[in-house]
């Protein structure tokens, strides 16, 4: 706790009371206790996210590996361009959960000399790098369908009916594991994770794309197989997209959203003592928060007692907002 002036009538005095993963300022030893119990909570959380996530990633791996041999030597066998281009796009997805398994694990680790706000914003970092990777596999889809289209159109086959069976059980394959894969991100509130979810539905929604575009072709328009490999590039750039502008926002300080705000805002209000909030400051950290808020007291409190309300404070926030890791509460005279 920092004071710069005995709170008084005359003069603006601040008390700051700041909690995070490794320390928090107070004269008990009851905050003392109660801040390392934060810091293994943590801890035990960061290494729970870590080992689910890792489950959840072995498992999608063995069934992207699975649907990738299947779907390839069917594109093959069948001359389906589209149910290769659908290949290649599952393939892209296991190199994607590494991604995930690494940027995880390293996002649980804890905080040290040289991090020493945590490492949790490698989890959005390695989310970036997913959305990049997805975007050049969308782009080298739709290239390759454009050059088919182009460069070939008299030679183009009708793909054969073993391409219909495995972009049908791609959709299956696809859809269960992206209904996995959210679950358990949502559960865990992990942003590389529903990064991984979203390859599986975008994976789910180009095999549709395939599917219609083999029925077509199967009428006789032959054009209509390399066709859905464009469209296919088209949603996969879209979900690209948005995995892109959600990590780098979250990269870039963004706040969290006015409603989460305002909770936290009624939260700091409630606590006994607490005349006014005069401002509150988030801004997202990986999977976590962290807040700034100003709150005001009666300025004849002694130097003690407002240090009490503000450490009501902090704590009656980290009990009601499990992702905040560190709050600086400060305490202007009312």
Not at 59 to 68: A, D, R, Y
Request: hydrophobic share 45%.
């Amino acid at each position: 706790m920092t004071s710069d002036s005995p709170l008084s009538s005359n003069k603006k005095a601040e008390v700051s009371l700041e909690t995070s993963d490794t320390s928090i300022a107070s004269n008990g030893s009851e905050a003392d206790r109660l801040a390392l119990e934060h810091e293994q909570q943590d801890s035990l959380v960061s290494q729970e996210r870590a080992k689910l996530a890792v489950h959840v990633s072995h498992v999608t791996i063995m069934g992207n590996l699975l649907l990738t041999v299947l779907k390839l030597v069917a594109g093959l066998v069948a001359h389906s361009a589209a149910m290769v281009s659908d290949a290649i796009h599952t393939a892209s997805d296991v190199v994607s959960t590494f991604i995930v398994i690494v940027s995880v694990k390293i996002a649980s680790r804890r905080s040290d000399s040289n991090h020493q706000y945590g490492h949790e914003r490698f989890e959005s970092l390695g989310s970036l790098l997913l959305s990049l990777m997805l975007m050049a596999t969308g782009l080298g889809i739709g290239y390759s369908g454009l050059k088919k289209i182009f460069s070939a159109q008299s030679e183009l086959a009708i793909p054969g009916d073993l391409a219909l069976y495995a972009a049908f059980l791609s959709i299956v394959g696809k859809e269960a594991m992206y209904w996995y894969t959210i679950i358990a991100a949502n559960r865990i509130n992990s942003e590389a994770l529903k990064a991984d979810a979203w390859h599986h539905r975008s994976d789910a929604i180009s095999s549709i794309g395939a599917l219609i575009g083999l029925w077509i072709a199967k009428l006789g328009y032959s054009q209509a197989d390399p066709l859905a490999s464009l469209l296919i590039c088209l949603f996969i750039i879209k979900t690209a997209w948005d995995i892109c502008r959600d990590s780098i926002e979250k990269l870039t300080d963004e706040s969290c959203p006015d409603s989460t705000v305002q909770k936290m805002r009624e939260t700091a209000a409630s606590q006994e003592g607490v005349l006014d909030v005069r401002e509150l400051k988030t801004r997202l950290f990986g999977p976590k928060v962290y807040m700034d808020i100003t709150i005001a007291c009666r300025k004849d409190l002694t130097l003690e007692k407002a240090h009490s309300i503000a450490e009501d404070v902090h704590l009656a926030i980290e009990h009601e907002f499990p992702q905040v890791k560190h709050c600086n509460v400060h305490v202007d005279p009312y």
